[in-house]
């Protein structure tokens, strides 16, 4: 029975795992992770309080069987008794596959459930919306507590801590389909008026100081971009901007929530930050669908702060934190 069970919920991970593999569905590794962790830990239970003092009552049964016929046979004066109970006792002993596989695999789901919900969450970059910082194929590390502590699944937060800052790269939830997430960079921050126009970015009338560092040359693209160093803040970080090229800035039909803090010219778009949202972009600002297109991130979408490459298996010298 258990095992029949067992074999009905391995198949129903691998139907999706396997669908969300093939795209029919967008999976939720988070809550996913969640079930795993409280499926595995309903067999651990099962197996400390009921299965293995099973076992183990099974076991010491048949030792005192033993134990009783060889005192019965030697009363009779047959010292020479044939059969071991030990292997039988082994197997007896021995904890079934679907235990194994359930209970045996719990404490290493629940290290991974906590470290990923409440640490430290690898993602992997998609798409070339944050070069150069950022290089499609970096896998990155983000920090699940600098900016508070949530509850996993419901995304709740318990704990207060920094909240983010103009500068900062960021993964959250994004606002047109939370099952997807998002990594852009934080341009600005609750009250700021941020102004995009004529591919110059400012906050609160002030532009941002930009300095050109030559050409990049974008492999996602197979194209040389202009290079530049801005700063937001005390974050000096690296952006793509072509001059030559022109950009027309239009709201998303899903641009809903706060729609009327932007304004949109034909020289580009400006917007009144509200509270509890931020206003992100993606470095390679030609390349890149974020704030300007459909809106602000809420407080509640944010995932973490992403601070460090931790592998690139197409290039090793990618490893490293970065700003």
Request: glycine share 8%; hydrophobic share 45%; net charge neutral.
């Amino acid at each position: 029975m258990m095992s029949a069970l067992t074999a009905v919920l391995y198949g129903a991970l691998l139907v999706y795992g396997a669908g969300w593999w093939l795209g029919y569905w967008i999976g939720n590794f988070s809550l996913l992770l969640f079930v795993l962790t409280v499926v595995t830990l309903a067999y651990w239970l099962a197996e400390r309080f009921k299965f293995a003092p099973a076992r183990v009552a099974a076991a010491e049964a048949l030792t005192a069987q033993d134990t009783q016929r060889r005192a019965e046979l030697g009363k009779m004066g047959i010292s020479q008794v044939d059969g071991n109970v030990d292997s039988a006792r082994e197997r007896l002993l021995m904890q079934p596959w679907w235990l194994d596989w359930t209970a045996g695999l719990f404490p290493v789901i629940l290290a991974v459930f906590l470290l990923r919900s409440f640490l430290f969450e690898p993602f992997k970059i998609p798409s070339g919306s944050m070069v150069p910082t950022l290089l499609v194929g970096d896998l990155i590390l983000v920090n699940k507590f600098h900016y508070g502590v949530r509850l996993p699944v419901i995304n709740t937060k318990i704990i207060q801590n920094n909240d983010p800052k103009r500068g900062d790269v960021i993964v959250f939830r994004y606002p047109v389909d939370t099952r997807v997430d998002y990594i852009k960079r934080v341009v600005a921050i609750p009250g700021d008026e941020v102004t995009y126009t004529n591919q110059q970015l400012a906050i609160n009338g002030q532009l941002a100081p930009v300095q050109p560092q030559g050409d990049f040359y974008d492999e996602d693209s197979m194209r040389y971009a202009p290079r530049f160093t801005e700063k937001l803040g005390a974050v000096a970080h690296g952006i793509l901007v072509d001059p030559k090229r022109a950009s027309i800035y239009r709201p998303m039909e899903s641009f809903v929530n706060f729609r009327d803090n932007c304004r949109y010219t034909a020289e580009g778009v400006s917007c009144k930050v509200p509270a509890g949202h931020y206003f992100v972009m993606g470095d390679n600002r030609d390349n890149s669908q974020d704030s300007r297109y459909w809106g602000f991130v809420p407080d509640e979408n944010i995932v973490g702060r992403a601070f460090m490459v931790w592998m690139n298996f197409g290039n090793l010298r990618r490893i490293g934190s970065f700003d």
